[in-house]
């Protein structure tokens, strides 16, 4: 395996490692309303970003994207897929819900298959079809046993899956993103921080260790976004695709060995089915893969 390859998988599995343990952090910042540490996550990631601009001399790829309307327009709408996103994933957490925000990234690649299919006609195999309707089972199964949509889940698989499909549409760079996105937010982050009557909404009346884990929210986001940008550029993304699976794995065992959230038998087969369609889609990869591989050279 090349040098480049080896450093990539280690990029990628850093990465999601710290995508799935990084509920211990807002577990821990229970005491901090979801909201406040939403305004702080945006605040501490666009000083962060921007830095990491100025010091990459990226300026080039951030004047372009603020040169283009459209661009700036298709940013905008991400910006609020992913503020919806970070918001219910830290709401999740914090509210003993993380089964919940397990499930809903399982199901994320099931999404954006679908999502590839209607937005960019992308046609469907007999496996890939099966584990989409897998997934709709899964749902439809939580609706039977529990009287309810599995909204949590639904609405991060789903935040998530079409900000992914508006960002291949512009085809804009990770820290380029982050900065436009946050630089939206940046505002109303400010404005909420600046009226919040919560005791931890001021820096100034903070001890110091309150507002070290306040800024801490910020390299907790960018971090593993700089290792996965880093993977991007060394690995396939074939190859990418098969460690995604991390993060939703360590908040489901985070969930029921840590923090003792109740898995019903119930629940437990929703999670059966997803992680069915999700091994037809793993094994369907390594086929697509080899085949691949397999092809005289011309």
């Known amino acids: 395996m090349q040098t480049s ?9 850093t990465a999601f490692t710290l995508w799935a343990i990084a509920p211990i952090y807002f577990k821990e910042m229970s005491f901090v309303p979801a909201q406040e540490i939403l305004a702080h996550r945006v605040i501490w990631s666009f000083l962060l970003v921007l830095a990491l601009i100025l010091i990459l001399r990226y300026t080039d790829a951030l004047t372009t994207v ?4 459209k661009t700036l327009l298709a940013m905008l709408i991400t910006t609020v897929l992913i503020a919806v996103n970070w918001g219910t994933f830290i709401w999740a957490v914090q509210n003993n819900k993380m089964l919940s925000a397990s499930l809903g990234y399982y199901i994320n690649p099931l999404i954006s298959i679908l ?10 195999d007999g496996v890939r079809k099966a584990a989409v ?3 709709f089972c899964a749902v439809v199964f939580e609706v039977i046993q529990f009287g ?5 889940a639904l609405a991060l698989a789903i935040t998530f899956g079409f900000y992914g499909l508006v960002r291949k549409k512009i085809a804009v760079d990770s820290f380029t993103g982050m900065a436009i996105e946050t630089a939206i937010m940046l ?3 400010l404005t909420y921080l600046m009226m919040s009557t919560s005791s931890t909404a001021s820096v100034f009346n903070n001890s110091a260790s309150v507002n070290w884990l306040l800024f801490a929210a910020g390299p907790i986001t960018m971090v593993p976004l700089m290792c996965f940008a880093a993977a991007a550029n060394r690995v ?5 695709g098969f460690f995604q699976y991390i993060g939703p794995t360590g908040m489901f065992f985070l969930a029921v060995f840590l923090y003792d959230e109740p898995l019903s038998p119930e629940k437990l087969v929703t999670f059966m089915l997803i992680w069915s369609a999700l091994a037809m889609l793993i094994f369907d990869s390594l086929r697509r893969l080899r085949n691949t591989r397999n092809e005289p050279k011309t």
């Open 115 to 124: 999502l590839g299919m209607i937005f960019f006609k992308e046609k469907l």
């Open 66 to 69: 603020l040169k283009s309307p």
């Open 5 to 13: 390859s080896k450093s990539g998988i280690f990029y990628a599995i």
């Open 236 to 240: 396939s993304m074939v190859t990418l």
């Open 148 to 152: 309810s949509l599995p909204w949590i």
């Open 133 to 135: 309707l897998l997934c």
């Open 187 to 189: 505002p109303i982050a």
